[in-house]
């Protein structure tokens, strides 16, 4: 969904990576399940459209 004004449209999204200190391999495998909730959680509380997302054992991308 494009955002308008007078003479200009925009679509803004953020390419967002979540690193662990020291990435250390323990996401997905151990954290997966509570780190999904957090982030949805905390989209939905500030109302932000979480439009992809990667979990990968060392980090995380979002694209919101």
Same mark, same amino acid.
């Given at each position: 969904?494009?955002?308008?004004?007078?003479?200009? #449209?925009?679509?803004?999204?953020?390419?967002?990576?979540?690193?662990? #200190?020291?990435?250390?391999?323990?996401?997905?495998? @151990?954290?997966?399940?509570?780190?999904? #909730?957090?982030? #949805?959680?905390?989209?939905?509380?500030?109302?932000? @459209?979480?439009? @992809?997302?990667?979990?990968?054992?060392?980090?995380?991308?979002?694209?919101?």
């Amino acid at each position: 969904m494009a955002n308008s004004l007078a003479h200009t #449209k925009w679509v803004c999204k953020y390419h967002i990576v979540f690193t662990p #200190k020291y990435r250390r391999k323990i996401i997905y495998y @151990e954290l997966r399940a509570d780190i999904q #909730k957090i982030i #949805k959680d905390l989209c939905k509380w500030k109302g932000v @459209e979480i439009i @992809e997302g990667h979990m990968m054992p060392d980090h995380i991308h979002l694209l919101v």
